[in-house]
């Protein structure tokens, strides 16, 4: 499920970019919902690939400012 819905946001993100590419940018598409759109499959990618790495589930529970909290008590 979750791998649909990255593939198919980010697939719709490909083809706007190729659309707007090849003169998409006549038609006034609102430039927020662009960089709204845009940041959000960077953040979904992203966060696919922080989730994929072993040490990253094995220390999700852990935040770095806990950590350093911790460190300081």
Same mark, same amino acid.
């Given at each position: 499920?979750?791998? $649909?819905?990255?593939?198919?946001?980010?697939?719709? %993100?490909?083809?706007?970019?190729?659309?707007?590419?090849? +003169? +998409?940018? $006549?038609?006034?598409? %609102?430039?927020?919902?662009?960089?709204?759109?845009l940041?959000?499959?960077?953040?979904?990618?992203?966060a696919?690939?922080?989730?994929?790495?072993?040490?990253?589930?094995k220390?999700?529970r852990? %935040?770095? +400012? $806990?950590?350093?909290?911790?460190?300081?008590?």
């Open positions: 499920m979750k791998k $649909t819905f990255f593939g198919i946001i980010f697939w719709i %993100s490909v083809i706007w970019l190729i659309w707007l590419a090849f +003169g +998409g940018h $006549t038609i006034m598409i %609102s430039q927020v919902v662009f960089q709204l759109a940041a959000l499959v960077t953040l979904c990618a992203s696919t690939l922080w989730l994929k790495q072993p040490a990253a589930r220390n999700l852990y %935040s770095v +400012g $806990t950590d350093r909290i911790r460190r300081l008590l």
